[in-house]
């Protein structure tokens, strides 16, 4: 009879067994702790903070740039001069955040953090301690968001607010605030995708060419028929937009969301227990 240890075959190699429910969120608390400090430590977040908000600042500032320019302009050019836009403080404050250059900083800020850390070593380093696979990815996408929501949202919007007063006047500050908070969940989609995406592929250029097309195709599919909009978890701006009175607000869109993101967790978390690190 052969030896045994624990009644398994002394040449038995042990076998990996898939995580059970109570493990699957072994180490997410200290991950998370880990992953934010990881990005107040980088330039990431203050790379995504210094473009985003010069770009809504920017936009914002449009109405009263084109007014300044036209006087400038030569009389006898035979162009038509340019027309002035809305300068109602709400308008220009909707104006710039419907860019949706947040959802871009999004896809751009997130398409390594995982493929990064297989590449370096450092993510099979990670998964040999007391943490569960799923924690690992669920800790990059909380953190992600988190920090995509201060450095691309809340923070952009309260310069924009700021700059909107000094040129157009106060806009309601109830909206905005009620913009900002609600914005989280255009970071939080658009952080999921590219996750997932890195997961099945290797290469940074293939993972942003999915989260551009995720931001981009819906649009095409949405001219087509109309009435798919509000199916559609990428119709989560529009529909943020829609609590603010410019734009039609179905609740199906924010389940399409939550089922949107649910369908990404799972799916992460059987890739990622099949990931080869």
């Keep these: 009879m052969s030896a045994t240890v624990n009644d398994r075959p002394a ?10 429910a109570g493990s699957r969120l072994l180490g997410l608390g200290n991950l998370v702790s880990k992953d934010l400090l990881e990005w107040r430590r980088g330039r990431r977040a203050w790379v995504v ?5 010069f770009f809504l600042v920017f936009s914002a500032a449009d109405a009263r740039l084109t007014e300044f320019l036209i006087p400038l302009l030569p009389a006898d050019s035979g162009a038509l001069p340019p027309q002035v836009g809305s300068l109602l403080p709400m308008d220009n404050l909707i104006e710039a955040i419907g860019s949706q250059f947040f959802a871009v900083a999004a896809i751009f800020a ?16 990670t ?7 799923t924690s690992v990815w669920l800790s990059k996408w909380l953190s992600a968001t988190a920090m995509l929501w201060l450095a691309a949202v809340v923070i952009p919007i309260a310069l924009t607010v700021v700059v909107v007063t000094i040129l157009y006047g106060l806009p309601d500050l109830s909206s905005a605030a009620l913009l900002a908070i609600a914005l989280a969940t255009v970071p939080a989609l658009y952080a999921a995708v590219t996750l997932t995406a890195s997961t099945f592929i290797s290469s940074q250029a293939g993972v942003a060419a999915i989260g ?27 529909w943020v937009l829609g609590l603010v009175g410019s734009a039609d607000a179905p609740l199906i869109t924010p389940f399409a969301w939550a089922i949107g993101i649910g369908l990404l ?13």
């Design 11 to 20: 040449n038995e190699l042990p076998v990996s067994r898939p995580e059970v």
């Design 49 to 53: 903070l210094g473009v985003t908000s």
């Design 110 to 125: 997130t398409i390594s953090l995982l493929i990064s850390e297989r590449e370096a070593g450092t993510l099979g380093w």
């Design 127 to 133: 998964v040999s301690k007391p943490v569960s696979r």
């Design 212 to 238: 551009l097309a995720v931001f981009f195709v819906p649009d095409i599919l949405t001219g087509i028929v109309p009435g798919l909009r509000a199916f559609l978890p990428t119709s989560i701006f529009q």
């Design 265 to 277: 967790v799972l799916i992460s978390s059987r890739r990622m227990a099949r990931l080869e690190l």
